[in-house]
């Protein structure tokens, strides 16, 4: 699978963790959704996935390095093939964010 080996590639340029998670529940009356904000059709599915590093510039590397890998290029050429696309990124929402609250007990 295509997102096991950019896993691997994010972890090799320092990432602690790496998850993608395909959209399941994504509305709440009130406020706006994944669907709504990348104005996706209904054939298709919203993809999730953050990556985590222990610092902003272990993250900054990476995010440097990671594109530029050559495995990347093998990774990304089939899913944006422009005759059958599967992946937009134009539609991607990026951001980079430091903690506010961590709790994980």
Excluded: C
Aim: glycine share 6%; no cysteine; proline share 5%.
């Amino acid at each position: 699978m295509a997102a096991n080996k950019v896993a691997d590639i994010w972890k090799e340029y320092g990432a602690l963790a790496y998850f993608e998670f395909l959209g399941d529940d994504l509305f709440l009356e009130g406020t706006k959704s994944f669907i709504e904000s990348v104005d996706a059709k209904e054939d298709e599915e919203i993809v999730f996935g953050w990556v985590v590093f222990p610092s902003k510039e272990v993250r900054d590397l990476a995010n440097k390095k990671v594109p530029a890998d050559p495995r990347m290029a093998e990774i990304v050429a089939p899913l944006t093939n422009p005759e059958k696309l599967i992946f937009d990124a134009g539609r991607m929402v990026y951001g980079g964010f430091k903690a506010l609250v961590q709790s994980s007990e």
